[in-house]
């Protein structure tokens, strides 16, 4: 028997700021608002860039290399990220909405879920929208009157993220259960949130082409020929309004990426990049207080090749030298075929690191533990690689903080 | 066009009990006196434990967005970007 669309009242809001890093360098400088900006993540020619305003959007600059832009619009004005600055606007944005309820989940930087079930601006008759404006207003007194922010309300996160996207920039849309039917007859596949060209390929070949398609589908349908696991009830259950979405995942891994600026197949300087790498990695998996079990190292090449290898290791690793000592028995097994582009590390399988648990053969282990720990006790109170190993000495500005996507369990 | 300063710069700075706001008011830097049109953005960063508060302003006297640095552990003010607003 078909489950009916679910139709309870939207009490799901789904919060994102503006083309988010953009929009916060224009607030911080107001010669540059209302003018094409792009954030790359390099500001040479070949730099990628990572955000752009809505000016910009508006000439078809999106995500594509500064030259390219250039080509569109030679006065496009390109900064550097500031992470800091948008990890404050972060816990700024986050403020405002932890005043109206405690159920907020960050998304991303930019983005946070809010769930108002049982929240006091509903007790008291407020209507969501109403709500949804004075979070806008709130926003703009606490980062600026530049910033402005994509509000979507519906009956779970999925429809509330679908709002969202209907009026950019500074929109605020509601899908009530019965929207539902016209909502997803205005949208291709590729326009839901979570279908890419891989899952719209697979919907093609079972004979869904729309999102109404993809609604009226049989859940058997999806679950045995589409997506063959409990990801095609999961998306039954999501296309009709049902949270599927809620659960938050337990941290599994810890890693880092770097993309080199000055391109090298010289393996003592891609050991040194990976050991900076490993500290990075090591100083956000102890600062959590984990430590992990195995070990994964990628490497890109100019010619468009890559090479990457995870191994598993007998023993938990914890202090940057263990993990250092993993990734270079991984590095020592590469052959270099051009100049290496692209790093990226890390370490899987976390388990918590208290309380300590030695192994038999672990030797002075706990030592190289109290060892990390004081290292990064002084790192905490003197500031980012004032103690570092040998091996990255003078190496301080090499690898800068870059700003995440997606994860914010650091901020 | 953004160019790195890197400078100490004197700074007048006044604070407000009432607004409970405390900010740059006047920048001296080349023998120019600035005094402040628009704070863009105000955060704070930290470089071990000594916290510098950063505030990202525009001036009355040029098209200039500058980007001071106040370092809490010594009180001296930097001036670390100026910029005039168009591309590089």
């Known amino acids: 028997m078909d489950l009916r669309i679910n139709d309870i009242q939207p009490i799901t809001m789904h919060v994102d700021l503006n083309s988010c890093y953009a929009i916060i360098e224009q607030q911080a400088n107001p010669l540059i608002r209302n003018k094409p900006v792009g954030v790359a993540a390099y500001d040479s020619p070949g730099g990628f860039i990572i955000a752009s305003s809505y000016e910009a959007k508006r000439l078809g600059i999106k995500l594509m290399r500064i030259r390219e832009a250039r080509e569109i619009c030679k006065d496009i004005i390109i900064m550097m990220p500031d992470p800091e600055k948008y990890f404050d606007a972060h816990r700024r944005f986050k403020a405002v909405l932890e005043s109206y309820t405690n159920e907020v989940t960050p998304k991303s930087v930019d983005e946070f879920v809010v769930n108002f079930a049982g929240s006091r601006a509903l007790q008291t008759g407020k209507s969501l929208i109403n709500v949804g404006y004075q979070i806008k207003r709130d926003i703009k007194k606490s980062l600026g009157n530049y910033v402005t922010v994509n509000i979507g309300i519906g009956p779970n996160r999925f429809l509330a993220k679908i709002a969202a996207g209907m009026d950019k920039p500074d929109g605020l849309d509601v899908i009530q259960p019965q929207d539902i039917w016209n909502v997803y007859g205005q949208m291709d596949l590729l326009d839901l949130p979570g279908i890419n060209y891989r899952y719209r390929a697979r919907l093609n070949l079972a004979g869904i082409y729309t999102p109404l398609d993809f609604l009226e589908a049989p859940m058997f349908k999806l679950k045995k020929e589409v997506f063959k696991s409990i990801v095609g009830y999961y998306w039954y259950l999501r296309l009709r309004g049902y949270e599927v979405d809620g659960e938050t995942f337990k941290t599994k891994s810890f890693g880092n990426d770097y993309a080199v600026g000055k391109k090298t197949s010289d393996p003592d300087e891609v050991s040194r990049l990976v050991m900076k790498l490993c500290e990075k990695t090591g100083r956000r998996l102890r600062h959590h207080d984990y430590q992990a079990q195995g070990i994964s190292l990628w490497l890109s090449f100019e010619n468009g090749t890559w090479w990457g290898k995870s191994k598993r290791t007998k023993s938990l690793i914890y202090s940057t030298q263990d993990i250092y000592l993993s990734a270079v028995r991984l590095l020592r097994m590469v052959d270099f075929p051009a100049k290496v582009t692209h790093i990226h590390l890390a370490v899987f399988d976390v388990v918590p690191a208290t309380p300590i648990q030695l192994g038999l053969f672990d030797g002075t282990r706990l030592d190289t533990k109290s060892l990390a720990r004081a290292s990064d006790k002084i790192n905490d109170r003197y500031g980012e690689f004032t103690v570092v190993p040998a091996t990255m000495a003078n190496m301080q500005d090499i690898i800068i903080k870059r700003v995440p996507f997606g994860s914010v369990r650091d901020i | ?88």
């Open chain 2, 1 to 88: 066009m953004r160019e790195k300063i890197d400078q100490e710069v004197s700074v007048v700075m006044y604070y407000s009990a009432r607004k409970q706001v405390a900010q740059p008011h006047t920048i001296s830097w080349q023998n120019k006196e600035y005094t402040i049109k628009e704070i863009g953005y105000k955060h704070s960063i930290k470089d071990g434990d000594t916290l510098h508060h950063i505030f990202e302003l525009t001036v009355n006297e040029a098209d200039l967005w500058m980007r001071l640095n106040f370092d809490t552990s010594n009180l001296h003010w930097k001036l670390e970007v100026v910029s005039d607003g168009l591309a590089n």
